[in-house]
């Protein structure tokens, strides 16, 4: 194992754990804010309860995400100043913007959220919150259309050794960047759905257990209404996850047909291709160093990849074999056989590179896999919440139910992950799409102990957020529903400002 290979996997468990926390972030923040706005509408006080308690999950899992995604900047210039080089004129903008803009939104208006219960009307302290909200999703949208142009490098060209951005709107109007917002806006409020569900369903388990025989609980009402809040949310990102995962899978059909390949363990192009349910499959690289793929054993439906791919039961689906010789004798290009501008102005420096055009096989194929299958479990379990609270209805309160709500939460949260997974993994060898290898763009000079040394570094930091994050989750979770007494503004300008949390 060398510097690179290692700054890889370095990479990709720090992303991979920061990641963790942005769904929830994502979703979260519009949740805590319907909440109060639920609760300034009926004056109902078991609102502002249950608003104030998931603003104490949503403060401690923001400020985990703040610290984690911190490294990630870091690592561009640390391990991989080749890669920061070559994009730093198409990053530069975007994730100047995230900073300046996004950023500052969300941090500047949570501040004043936190602080404000007892400075600002009602109204005003809500908008603050959407307004947190807001920044958050502003964020996404611009970390998303640099990875997107990773993925699809359009609106730039090649010129002084390096991409210039010729087209800034490029970022936004591309294909990559419309299929990934749609998906993983929706995504995020899975997990947020999941983690009220889960939480207010183990929660009015358990109060039903340890309420006396012949009473309810008085937390039972606003428990069901929050686990249904929960399910309902949760329901409704599946079905636009769904549909937006149609469209992202024809994208990649059109300008990544070699991950959708791997995705799917398709070795021939093949009509009427079938939707590969269960599969095994070895991959060694010949004298050229060419991956070649081979199928142990595969289960398929079939006409379903068609379907999926081009919305028609008979269409041709290109696999990795052709993809691959295709590849060596014309380098890369999209199913119609056309490169953008960048693509087209290196592809005679890229013909200099023997380069592997093959990603891990099993990796796409399984990540996929078990995106989906958390997904559907993730739904099945928000039909049976709505199936039990329906007409006024009590959930299970066994073991077995506040165990399955317990562990909610981390069906969509790992769904999310693995889908993260699939769409980087899937692009190798390119960290680039049809550009730069990744095997290009580390930091020559930086070594292999040098990058061990960080990487154990961060393992243990991160070791460290994860014992306090999950602590301080459970131990409020735990505390159940806060008693709140209805704030009054004050009118004393020369009071100081009191932290509510």
Known sequence: MDAQVLARWQFGITTVYHFFFVPITLGTGWLVAVMETRWLRTRDVQWLRMTRFFAKLFLINFAAGVVTGIVQEFQFGMNWSEYSRFVGDIFGAPLALEALVAFFLESTFIGIWIFGWDRLSGPVHNLMMYLTALGATISAIFILAANSWMQNPVGATYNNGRAELSDFSALFTNPFFIAAFTHQIPAAFMVSGGLLAGVAGWKLAKVAREAPAGTVHPDASIWRKTAKMGAYVLLAASVAVMGSGHYQAQVEARFQPMKLAAS???LDTTTAAGFSIVGIYTQERDEQGITRVTEVFSWEVPYVLSILAFNHPMAEVQGINDLTEQYLTDGHRAVDGSRNQLQEEFASELATLSVDPVPNVMVSYWSFRLMMGLGFVSMGISLLILWFTRKGGT?????????????????????????????????????????????TANSPNVSFEAVLTSMIAYTLIYGIIAVIVLNLFFTF???GLPDVTPPKVRTDDDSPLAFAY
């Open 264 to 266: 799917e363990g398709l």
């Open 395 to 439: 959930p299970p309160s066994n073991k077995i139910w506040q165990y399955l709500m317990g562990s909610l939460p981390f069906f969509p949260l790992f769904a999310n992950s693995f889908g993260w997974i699939l769409t980087e993994m899937g692009r190798q060898p390119w960290i680039v799409y049809g550009v730069l290898p990744t095997w």
């Open 477 to 479: 979770i735990g505390k």
